[in-house]
């Protein structure tokens, strides 16, 4: 006789849709971000003008955009109104003043001028170029390039966020150390999600698959958004980090959705979970304690023996043809995997848009799941962080 305890936290009726948006727009604010850094990557004509900057021994103060807000904070300097070329832009760097590009960065607006900036705008910069730079892009919320003739490098300020680009012979070895990392990484998620698989469908999940699986494919994100920061400095020459499976963002996505799965609603907000995971430092991650209390289960421990269930977000999103919206309907409706699974074909048809086909096709799925799953053997895994 099995004497585990079960654990099971039935989900409350709440808008899904608007929880997960919670989350996408975590997600949505990091691929704005690098949006902006692919600006200057290897291989526009902005980083031309730049490297010939650098080449130069030159410094430079580049204001992206010409906004009425940030032409009226200039002054002197000459209005300029010409075509952006790279080679145009290293010569104008030579003088003292900062650069107006257009917003689409096509021409070259002004040239020369100083910049008027805000005393009372924090900067935690100490030279007086990079400090503008910061102050004039938090004032103005254009995007600010400083290049440092000192160090030969390049400083990106976006509001409030800043990022420094890296040598050419650092970016390369980091780069390949990620995606030997990555292929390790995802082989481990793969697995910790077969096992999850496995424990799901024959009703024995314990806090190690939950955490593990969750530590595992958050692993996997982090390092595939690292990679992607190489991509983008790299540019150009970045062709062969793009060799990941093309589907490892989904993979990644539905990996996730273990949280959406186990945590505790009583506790903690969906995306207020989701923020903790993401935030969580890479010692963090692998003691796996911090995963145990984001989740709501701070009062026990991985030798605990429970037993957990599901509420089926991760395996209703791995049958194909099946929205997300529609998995949300489900959930809702059944609040548990196993009700889900034990439910006949007109049960199924109790949830709004589901119809016999597509009630057929989830009772077919989950069979085969079923059928197919096997307990997976334990992967150990080398950690690099």
Known sequence: MDNRNFVCYTLKNIDGVIKLRNFNLIKLKENDF????????????LREGIDYIIQGKNGGLIVIGDTPEVLNLTEGGFRINCQFSPTQLAELAKMDGAIILSSDMKRIVRANVTLRINPSISSNETGLRHKAAEK?????????????RRR???????????????????????????????????????????SLNWAELNDSVTLENVVTAICDCERVRRTEEELNRYR??????????????SDLTQEIDRGLLSIKDYYIQDIHEENEVYEKIFGLDASQLTSKS??????GFSNLDLSDNYAFEPR?????????HISMKVVERI???????????????????NVDGIGETRALAIKESLTQMKTGASQPTIMTLPVFE
């Open 34 to 45: 690098d949006k902006t850094l692919k600006l200057v990557s290897p291989g526009t004509s």
């Open 136 to 148: 004039f892009s938090k004032d103005t919320g254009q995007i600010v390039l400083a290049v440092s």
């Open 152 to 194: 030969n490098t390049l400083t990106l300020y976006s509001q409030t966020q800043r990022y420094q680009f890296r040598d050419r012979t650092i970016l390369l070895s980091g780069a390949n150390q990620a995606f030997l990392s990555l292929s390790l990484y995802i082989k481990a998620m793969q697995n910790s999600a077969s």
């Open 232 to 245: 983008i400095e790299l540019g150009t020459e970045a062709q062969s980090l793009h060799l990941v499976p």
């Open 290 to 295: 911090e995963i145990i209390n984001a989740l």
């Open 312 to 320: 089926g977000y991760r395996m209703l999103s791995q049958i194909p």
């Open 331 to 349: 959930v809702d409706h059944f609040k548990s995997l196993y009700s889900i699974r034990t439910a006949n074909i007109d049960e199924l048809q």
